[in-house]
């Protein structure tokens, strides 16, 4: 399994040089689209009508260039007006004649600079090519009054065993050949109101305050430094339809309120509080009379929302961003009313010579703005223009911007903007009913960035596309960590037992098996190892068509010796794998199979992976997806046999950790089911939901569930997003590309998202699979610095031991670590991570070479480097201090008023009941753990007086006399 080169010692110093150039946030400001990760969007967006690939058709090129100019120009606006800004107004007024408001405009080029109000209009801004002026006060009209439905917005507190109310969107009966328009029910006269009018509901009931707030307490805090080994799981009702995904934002304290401001005509958002937000919906903005989406920033005046909306598929296939739209197009209304603290926005226009309908909702909660988007055409058939999806489209008026890969979070990408403001849109996937979501950009264009995950609607199998209707959020703050998104839900009721355990996974090369593991799990428990997760590979017999988890792999044993292994361990995660399904081969069914698990394509296919499944007769059959509704049945019959048989844990593959609309690895397309009418989820939201589903069975019936770590693009991991609902995982960290050959140590370390929302809801171990860690060429075992890294990493995200062992296996396959190695994973993080899961992040700081410390949204304005910070990690409710160093020199800190030398990957812990410290001692590096029960020490093959006691090799000496020695080739002995 492992025939690579074994990597050289030292490689990731020497990378680090290369790293502050070229994974520094300002290599990320000037990466290209041609990323792995950009490949699903630019399939699915034509090359000559989509400019994230490059290159518009040339009718609408100068389009483009005139409306980047014009947003430049607006970006250089300020309340004093310049004498250059007036002038050039005066040379607009006189160019350019007004128009009527009500009158649809047939090009956007005029649009783009004749003044912004017309005679008897209210005061206002004349947008021009480089500035903005301001108009002098005439009568006001009222606006024209808007005629609808009020859609509430759902409340997003969570309600146990009831989904959040909402009002279905109207709908209408769409032909193909005049325009129509959609009947909705009920209706209600609403003009703008001058006067503030605060939100209802406020924000997720289980979003976390920002980095100035304490996050909440997880279940079971308390003053005892060691939790209680396996309290009681208790469950209540939890259905997944009653919560979402929202930014930090939308929890932070304050006023939120929104007001129709008559003398300009724009509606203005505001929070006061701690953190303050002004942002600005302008009735006279180019974007919003063409039927678009741009909020300015009244501190900068620039735009972190601008040229956001509905895609439009045209009849000849081409799928347009809203500013791509034909300048033949006529907008021929724009309704706008605030309507119980939300604004409402309805567009009406003609696109390819059919009337069409959307609609934007707009609220304030707590510092965020929650969008909903949406086409008032309902249903319609692929063959004519329709709606196709949504997007935010660029942030502008900044020509410094960077997006930021924070670890772990990649479903919310983050814009840094002048280096001071942090912009982030986030599309809520538990929301979608889009049939893809996929990246846009990150890219820089004239004076503007795209940097988001927009939402796609494909056709399904009759030739139908569904009404886009999407939920998201847009944050803008000074403080990064207002735009980490957080799971709704409560933590884990499973996760209160897994804070003091181990992470151990049985690997098979050589030809391990149960008995292999069971000794050796018995081993473990001879050596005080007694809280220990293992983690089993896929038990399923590769003769056995899929989805079927059982019969075991006769490699592996039989069920007796299972048996042996699950009466020796503690808990034992069976390898399960829910992602295929096949009908069957030549003369023979496939007695596991279900008519309508495997999603089917848009051309009545049923999707398929790319690697068939081999039959007996030397023939293949398709591999198919199995759907989530489909995996939802087969987990609930695996979950009672397995627990009959000593299994008390799941430990799942791709499922647990991959976008639901990007396709697995390994799969051309994802599993959304577009069969008419569909068995499986046919929108993200409902495999989102069907994927919640499921882990809330296996927890209840079997226990535990862990997943593999995402890897590979950002935008596709979704374990954070089911943090809660899953256990725990191994938490790989995510490199932008699929395989291997990128290293995950080489990715930036921000450990903050991690400690500070995900940390509190489920168990995160170890950094993943070696060779995801430290890149494709690792082989066994680990040299000393490859065991550094790994175990720094570990603890500077809040990750519980996780290691990889052959069992007992007497093969000649090489182990990863050896005894003693496995034994300072647990004894040696143990006590330390067990303190670092059940106490609240109070700060963390990163260290500069000014010895000053720094908040993360400082770091990255001053474009630390984040390769290798140093930090320092303070934990209330004991109080608990951790320093880390992740940079090439030795770094001295005081601890316990003594001064200790940091290498790369060392670090020191200081608690009032625990002492620890991987540093210089002697001129060498040395490993001591002061813990409540035992004492550890590790000379590292020098031999090192500690001050309590001398060694050279681990020795673990516990309270009660017994000692714990290392002796030849690793193997640990007991000492009398």
Aim: charged share 20%; aromatic share 8%.
């Amino acid at each position: 399994m492992h025939n690579h080169s074994k990597l050289q010692s030292g490689s990731r110093r020497k990378a680090r040089g290369h790293l502050r150039s070229l994974r520094s946030p300002r290599f990320v400001r000037a990466r290209s689209l041609g990323r792995q990760a950009t490949g699903l969007l630019t399939a699915l967006l034509p090359r000559d009508q989509t400019h994230s690939a490059g290159s518009v058709q040339s009718d609408r090129s100068f389009e483009r260039q005139n409306e980047a100019s014009r947003e430049s120009g607006q970006s250089f606006w300020s309340r004093s007006q310049t004498a250059a800004c007036g002038f050039i107004g005066l040379l607009g007024l006189l160019t350019f004649h007004p128009q009527s408001a009500a009158t649809p405009l047939s090009s956007e080029l005029v649009h783009a600079a004749r003044p912004a109000q017309a005679a008897g209009e209210p005061a206002g801004r004349i947008y021009l090519p480089f500035c903005v002026l301001r108009t002098p006060n005439r009568t006001v009209t009222p606006p024209t009054p808007v005629t609808f439905t009020p859609t509430p917005w759902p409340s997003r507190t969570p309600t146990p065993g009831g989904a959040a109310s909402a009002s279905p969107s109207p709908t209408a009966t769409r032909r193909g050949t005049a325009s129509s328009t959609p009947v909705v029910a009920g209706t209600e006269t609403v003009q703008p109101s001058a006067s503030p009018t605060p939100t209802q509901g406020g924000g997720p009931a289980s979003a976390t305050p920002g980095p100035s707030g304490t996050a909440p307490a997880s279940p079971t805090r308390g003053a005892s430094p060691t939790p209680t080994p396996s309290p009681t799981a208790f469950f209540f009702p939890r259905d997944p339809e009653a919560y979402g995904v929202a930014p930090a934002s939308a929890a932070r304290a304050g006023d939120a309120t929104v007001e129709y401001d008559e003398t300009f005509r724009l509606y203005r958002f505001r929070q006061t509080g701690a953190q303050s937000m002004e942002l600005e919906l302008e009735t006279t903005h180019p974007d919003f009379t063409r039927g678009r989406l741009a909020l300015r920033d009244t501190a900068t005046g620039r735009y972190p929302l601008a040229g956001g909306g509905l895609y439009f598929r045209s009849e000849d296939a081409g799928l347009l961003e809203p500013r791509l739209f034909r300048v033949e197009w006529p907008v021929t209304g724009v309704e706008h009313a605030l309507l119980g603290g939300a604004v409402v926005m309805t567009v009406t226009e003609r696109l390819e010579d059919v009337e069409h309908r959307k609609r934007y909702e707009l609220r304030p909660v707590g510092g965020a703005i929650a969008i909903h988007a949406r086409s008032l055409d309902g249903v319609v058939p692929a063959t004519i223009g329709h709606y196709a999806g949504f997007t935010g489209g660029d942030i502008e008026g900044w020509s410094d911007a960077i997006a930021v890969r924070i670890p772990y979070m990649g479903m919310a990408p983050v814009t840094m903007v002048a280096r001071r403001l942090f912009v982030g849109l986030l599309l809520d996937p538990t929301a979608s009913h889009g049939t893809d979501l996929a990246p846009r950009g990150p890219a820089s264009l004239p004076d503007a960035f795209t940097n988001e995950i927009s939402a796609l609607y494909a056709p399904d199998a009759a030739g139908r596309v569904a009404p886009v209707d999407e939920r998201a959020w847009l944050s803008v703050s000074t403080v990064v960590e207002d735009l980490f998104p957080v799971p709704g839900g409560p933590a884990s009721p499973l996760r209160p037992g897994l804070l003091t355990k181990s992470f151990a996974h049985l690997e098979t090369r050589g030809g391990a098996t149960f008995d292999d593991a069971a000794r050796w799990v018995e081993r473990m428990a001879s050596l005080g190892v007694r809280d220990l997760v293992l983690q089993m590979p896929a038990l399923a017999d590769p003769a056995a068509m899929p989805p079927s988890t059982l019969p075991i792999r006769p490699d592996l044993g039989d069920e007796a010796s299972l048996a042996r292994l699950t009466a020796a361990g503690d808990l034992i995660a069976a390898g399960l794998s829910y992602t295929s399904t096949v009908s069957g081969c030549p003369g023979l069914p496939n007695p596991a199979w279900r008519e309508g698990d495997a999603p089917v394509d848009r051309d009545g296919v049923p999707k398929a992976l790319d690697a068939p499944w081999p039959c007996a007769d030397d023939t293949t059959t398709p591999r198919l997806l199995l759907g989530p509704t489909g995996a939802e049945r087969v987990a609930a019959d695996d979950a009672a046999r397995l627990a009959a048989m000593g299994i008390g844990a799941a430990n799942l593959d791709a499922l647990a950790a991959w976008n639901p609309a990007w396709g697995l690895p390994g799969a051309p397309s994802n599993g959304i089911d577009r069969a008419v009418p569909p068995a499986q989820p046919s929108t993200t939201r409902g495999a989102v939901h069907a994927a919640m589903r499921l882990f809330d069975r296996l927890q209840r019936t079997l226990g535990p569930v862990f997943g593999d770590g995402a890897y590979g693009p950002w935008e596709a991991r979704y374990d954070s997003l089911y943090a809660g609902w899953i256990d725990g995982t191994s938490r790989s960290l995510s490199t932008g590309v699929l395989d291997n050959s990128v290293a995950g140590e080489n990715q930036l370390v921000m450990p903050d998202f991690e400690l500070r929302i995900i940390r509190e809801r489920m168990v995160g171990y170890g950094m993943g699979p070696y060779e995801r860690f430290f890149g494709a060429e690792i082989s066994p075992p680990l040299d000393a610095r490859q065991r550094d890294a790994y175990r720094a990493a570990s603890l500077t995200y809040g990750h519980a031991a996780s290691w990889w062992t052959l069992g007992l296996s007497e093969t000649t396959a090489i182990p990863w670590l050896d005894e003693a190695e496995s034994l300072k994973e647990h004894y040696g993080l143990r006590p330390i991570v067990s303190r670092l899961l059940d106490r609240p992040i109070a700060a963390i700081s990163y260290i500069g070479p000014d010895d000053e410390a720094r908040d993360l949204s400082a770091a990255l304005r001053e474009e630390l480097d984040l390769a290798g910070p140093r930090l320092r990690m303070r934990y209330g409710n004991g109080p608990l201090t951790l320093w880390v160093n992740h940079g090439t020199d030795v770094w001295p800190v005081q601890v316990r008023n003594r001064d200790l030398d940091l290498p790369p990957d060392g670090w020191a812990v200081d608690a009032p009941d625990l002492f620890a410290y991987s540093a210089l001692r002697e001129g060498s590096r040395v490993d001591f753990v002061q813990a409540p029960d035992y004492l550890l020490l590790d000379g590292r093959g020098v031999e090192v007086d500690f001050g309590v006691a001398t060694a050279r090799d681990l020795v673990i000496r516990f309270d009660d006399g017994r000692v714990l020695e290392e002796g030849p080739g690793g193997r640990m002995e007991w000492r009398p």
